[in-house]
């Protein structure tokens, strides 16, 4: 099994920041990466896929890197709608989920 | 646009099964070679992709469930259904049903399925 791994587990930023979120994998998933937004008591939200490919009515601050095993997801000057949990998925071998990173106030 | 609604009892007894099914409005289950997945959260934690079912009826399960889980398709009804086997407290979390395009977009607004005796 394909293992993901985020870090950091928490992050505390400020409206404005820049904040980079990281997602390892166990093996090579190559290109085949997605990121997602979850607010509380909602779904999550695709915000990126294939490493890089911002899913439509995304907003053009959040960015996705990366290939192989490494993996980030950079949001540019943050806004209050951006407080929330974020989670990147492979989908080289089955689908398997990283464990979250909140990034809060 | 596609939209999906989980629905199925709130409340299963342990070592019983777990059903659950997704409707789907504004497309059909078998368009565009769709795939359909379910994913749970428990409460407080992290995402798990429980498997998925194409819009042939083909399953692919993930390994840590595959002994106890079962999905099938209904074209007549438009929507897919999830079966979870001798379910345990562990197995106690909200549950989503996805578009399965690797990907997944778009999800239900999910369904908390809590096991108590």
């Known amino acids: 099994d394909i293992q993901m791994t985020q870090s950091p587990s928490t992050l505390s930023a400020s409206i404005g920041d820049r904040v980079i979120i990281s997602c390892r994998a166990s093996?090579?998933?190559?290109?085949?990466l997605a990121w997602y937004q979850q607010k509380p008591n909602k779904a999550p939200k695709l915000l990126i896929y294939?490493?890089?490919t911002l899913q439509s009515g995304v907003p053009s601050r959040f960015r996705g890197s990366g290939s192989g095993t490494f993996f980030s997801l950079t949001i540019n000057n943050l806004q209050p709608d951006d407080f929330a949990t974020y989670y990147c998925q492979q989908y080289a071998t089955y689908r398997t989920f990283g464990q979250g990173t909140k990034v809060e106030v | 646009q596609v939209q999906l609604q989980e629905s199925g009892p709130g409340l299963v007894k342990p070592s019983e099964t777990l059903s659950l099914t997704c409707t789907v409005s504004g497309g059909s289950v078998t368009s565009n070679k769709h795939y359909w997945s379910w994913i749970r959260q428990p409460p407080g934690k992290g995402l798990e992709w429980i498997g998925y079912i194409s819009y042939t009826g083909s399953t692919n399960y993930n390994p840590s469930l595959k002994s106890r889980v079962t999905m099938s398709l209904d074209t007549s009804k438009n929507h897919f259904s999830l079966n979870l086997y001798s379910v345990t407290a562990a197995d106690t979390a909200m549950y989503y049903c996805a578009r399965d395009q690797a990907q997944f977009d778009p999800w239900g607004q999910g369904t908390l399925v809590t096991v108590s005796s």
């Open positions: 294939k490493t890089s």
């Open positions: 093996q090579s998933v190559s290109s085949w």
